[in-house]
């Protein structure tokens, strides 16, 4: 097959669009294979589409292969059983909703999960149906509050979600380890490096699930790994405490004056200067306990505010702490906040209770107080008397204050330990290219899907679901691979295999151009053939360069010759290859 | 490629699902094809999917045959384009409206012209760049008032929409006979007759446009032909008018006694009796001129009351009333609306003017009276006299009453003159399956779509639209292609190319079955092999007949014969085949 670029629906740009702010968006746009339509909203040109076509092809080649077969939702969906999971209120804003003409409620599905539960319940009955995986590769929209990178984070994506269905925990891991499996070997054709890390279920209320992330410096995610293997993003580390001590032969704590000293920095330095540890060494901040008031922002729109105590050498991580405090959205707390609270004394907040204040002046005020699990009993802390400018030195957590519980909010750092024990973590970005949940058997108890099993007794099934953002991956293939002169797609799922070039004004070279391209399409190759009498060499050579086709052949003067140059897109090496060759040196 | 029954994710029903009113839905949901979510929107299963890409293709390749480029637009759309064109208002509660998080508003896109034109103006801005023709195969939302009949009026439909541009009007020409080409091809390949006809342009606002309908007597759409022919739906179908004639010695009008005459033929009956026609004739219906009122809902709510005045021989077709008075929708008048004007007094309504009845009491109304094409001036009519028990004779149109302009809203008789003076027509039915338009310069106009033409000017571009129901066509091939054991496939888009079934215990016969499968795959066929074990013969010929692969083959005893038995499923016919020749003789 050819395509002649003379009449081809393609314009490339030479202005970057206004709002790109990442590689993919700004080449995707320039070199016309994606059009902005709405924010992270776009329509689809010919070349992205055939981009967009090679990736699903691969994914349904091995979505066959795992035994999972295809079916088709639309986007439209009744609210109902998005209501009765639950996720109709826990999507908050993130969904889009819509009314009939009638008034009934509707949604744009972000994922399907219960209406392929739906689909099972309805067709299958007995254990002997199952094990089940089905998959959809589909048009999906989510309303994120901001959407950017142009189809890294948008609001319209494609997107492969399979849905798994068994009778058993074991047939469960199984059904897992398949779409697992499967998504290796995807990625492993896509060219795309990823490491698979533990990561949260919350949100799907499943009960297991990893993502796979493409390390890169620029992800958006972040992620830990030790040396023996652990490998988590942080919203699913688990911190190590510290084994909970005897606090027998500890001295009582001590109010002190601290003026001036709302931050962690001034308070460490005033309290060695002022009050030096007694064994002599230097007070760091992870002496002291850093109390944090953030404000949680619940479904039914209260706003509840929780103080959070920490060691005061680690930030509260706020994407740690929306997954800790989910479905509630998190925000740090208000000058507002502060003000209807006096008890909370800002820069001096101290341990906390149900009924205020450990120290400090007694309020009721039902705030709860919750800490970091390194805040074991017997440990003792530097920490605010809720007194303006004054701490207390030695407060012993288990003897002088509880808590309403522990809260994984605090950032993890390089060197924390694995929660396994496999060794201090490292720290690294990534991308999110796919995800597996276990979702257990959240959906099917829910929706009642039931089926008989063995003994002839009802059994609730359990389900997995499995995501890769098709659209996502283009954009991230495109991000890893270009140059300041444009795309470099790899040959697995580039729009052409070849780009050929005719440049010159002889009857000869354009001769010759139409006999390669009938070479190369003979040897069964999908041809670019730039046709375009009027346009000057250097332009045509942008235009390749910046579409990115990994095998560029320019027919020229060389034809004289009878020889064609071969330019590789990638290492821009040029080479001559005689004319009756052209195929046998690509193909 | 085989896929296996026993493993394959495919349940047949015994009972046909509730809602079904036509053969197409009531088959498609029980052999497993499609699944209902929501009225008038459905889910894929597999075997509908393939069903649905087998089209997809061959609708893909002629677009390609055509010259036209794929691209593909999200659904949701935001509002701001279709505001500006007007659609958004006239479409009224048939388009799903949504807003996003910021109350930005937008649209669940039903077509795609607005943002097509918007695209061709982003990316082109000379006549050099045109023609050019771009589709996709999308899915569309549309709010019917009453989604019925499964897949052939649904509120989720996949569509093949295309749009054209050009810089001239003989441009349009040729791209909208290209777009009218391949529709010829395609529905000449998928095996559906057709008929192209004249259609109403109004609701797409453009200046031609031929329909496509499979001619047959359960179809929506009356459409009529003449001898020589003519073609049209009857909502385009214009009315031949007599000549105007001359009213000089007609005699004048006279009010006569017509008690208990509310209906035309109890009219008829009685001016016979009592009011004999002069020249001895009888008198018809066609004699009178009934007046009918009818309530137009405009799209700002308000309910504007008119009269029509046509031959008492004819009904007012209500189709045809839509699109004469579109973008409003059209109501019979309500006791209440009567109730409102005591000036109409029903039964004996006569001719009307802005200022009230033309005979009768007086009263200001504001009601518009239009008249049908043959309401020529010189024509003389029986009619109401706006009082209880009263009608005139001979009133004379153009000398005893005018009207605000003709309308056409009669419905149409077989024997009615085509106007294009090719005969007189005769009526049929038949059910869209592709609709070309002719857009003109509409959505260009609006929305800035302008190029340089030779000469440096800018000129605005002429657009066409053309579509094809792509699930509507899927579920039409399935209404004519069944009996009352199930569908019946076309070779062209049938699901699988051979239903192996394998019966009896024998591992012989299980050997065999295998041996032919692999026989088939080998010939490149695509092939759904029953091998579930302990299903007996009955379930699965039953089940083979319900899901309508075209040709079946039975592997059971024979096999001791060394043959097979070949089943086609169209005509019932089994013949045995030696078992080393099954794909010589399928292929």
């Keep these: 097959m050819s395509t002649r670029l003379s009449s081809y629906f393609l314009r490339t740009l030479r202005e970057d669009p206004s709002d790109a702010e990442v590689a993919s968006h700004r080449l995707l746009v320039r070199a016309g294979y994606i059009r902005r339509q709405a924010p992270g909203i776009f329509a689809w040109l010919p070349l992205g589409l055939r981009v967009k076509a090679r990736i699903e092809a691969i994914i349904r080649e091995e979505m066959a292969a795992a035994g999972a077969f295809e079916v088709h939702f639309p986007a439209l969906l009744p609210k109902e059983p998005y209501e009765v999971t639950g996720r109709y209120e826990e999507y908050g804003p993130g969904m889009f909703r819509l009314s009939d003409r009638k008034d009934a409620g509707y949604v744009l599905a972000p994922t399907h999960e219960e209406v392929f539960t739906l689909l099972v319940k309805d067709l299958y009955s007995s254990y002997k149906d199952l094990p089940l995986t089905i998959f959809q590769i589909q048009d999906k929209y989510r309303d994120e509050a901001r959407p950017r990178a142009g189809l890294l984070r948008g609001r319209e994506f494609t997107m492969k979600d ?30 795309l490096e990823y ?33 023996g293997g652990y490998a988590a993003n942080v919203e699913a580390f688990t911190t190590v405490a510290p084994e909970p001590r005897s606090f027998e032969h500890l001295t009582p704590a001590e109010v002190l004056d601290t003026p ?19 064994d002599g060494r230097a007070w760091t901040a992870a002496d002291t306990l850093k109390n944090v008031v953030l404000a949680l922002v619940h479904l039914d729109g209260r706003r509840e505010l929780v103080v959070v105590g920490l060691p005061g050498d680690r930030e509260v991580d706020m994407k740690r702490a929306e997954v800790a405090f989910a479905p509630a959205e998190v925000e740090p707390a208000t000058e507002e906040d502060f003000a209807k609270h006096p008890g909370l004394v800002k820069g001096y907040i101290g341990p906390w209770s149900a009924a205020g204040p450990v120290l400090g002046e ?22 605010g008397a809720n007194e303006h400018g004054r701490h207390v030195f030695g407060l012993v957590a288990g ?74 991956i283009l954009a991230i293939i495109a991000e890893l691979n270009n140059d300041d002169k444009g795309l470099i797609w790899p040959k697995t799922v580039a729009p052409f295999d070849v780009h050929v070039i005719a440049t010159g004004k002889e009857e000869s070279i354009w001769t010759a151009a139409e006999d390669v391209v009938a070479q190369l399409e003979a040897a069964g190759l999908d041809v670019l053939f730039d046709d375009r009498p009027k346009v000057s060499p250097g332009v045509k050579f942008g235009d390749a360069e910046l579409i990115g086709v990994p095998t560029i052949v320019i027919v020229g003067r060389g034809v004289a010759d009878g020889v064609v140059e071969l330019w590789d897109r990638a290492t821009g090496e040029r080479t001559s290859i005689p004319l009756d060759q052209v195929a046998a040196a690509i193909g």
């Design 162 to 191: 399979a849905y798994s269905f068994d009778s058993s925990d074991e047939g469960l891991d199984a059904s897992y380890q398949a779409q697992r499996d499967a998504y290796e070997r995807i990625f492993t054709r896509l060219g």
């Design 195 to 227: 490491v698979i890390v533990q990561a949260d279920a919350g949100a799907m209320g499943g009960s297991k699930s990893e993502e796979f992330l493409h390390p890169t410096p620029v992800g958006e995610d972040t992620f830990v790994r030790s040396p």
């Design 260 to 278: 001036d000293t709302p931050t962690i920095q001034t308070l460490v330095d005033r309290a060695n200067e002022a009050h030096p540890r007694p």
């Design 362 to 383: 007694e309020s009721s005020t039902g705030i709860r107080y919750l800490t970091d699990p390194r805040v074991v009993s017997g440990s003792g802390w530097i920490t």
């Design 399 to 472: 003897r002088d204050f509880t808590s309403d519980g522990t809260v994984e909010v605090a950032e993890v750092k390089a060197g924390d330990p694995a929660p396994d024990g496999s060794g201090p973590v490292e720290l690294a970005r990534g991308m999110e290219i796919g995800h597996v949940f276990q979702l257990g058997r959240k959906y099917a108890d829910a929706l009642g899907l039931k089926v008989l099993d063995e003994n002839g007794k009802l059994v609730t099934v359990t389900m997995g679901s499995y995501g890769i953002g098709v659209t996502r």
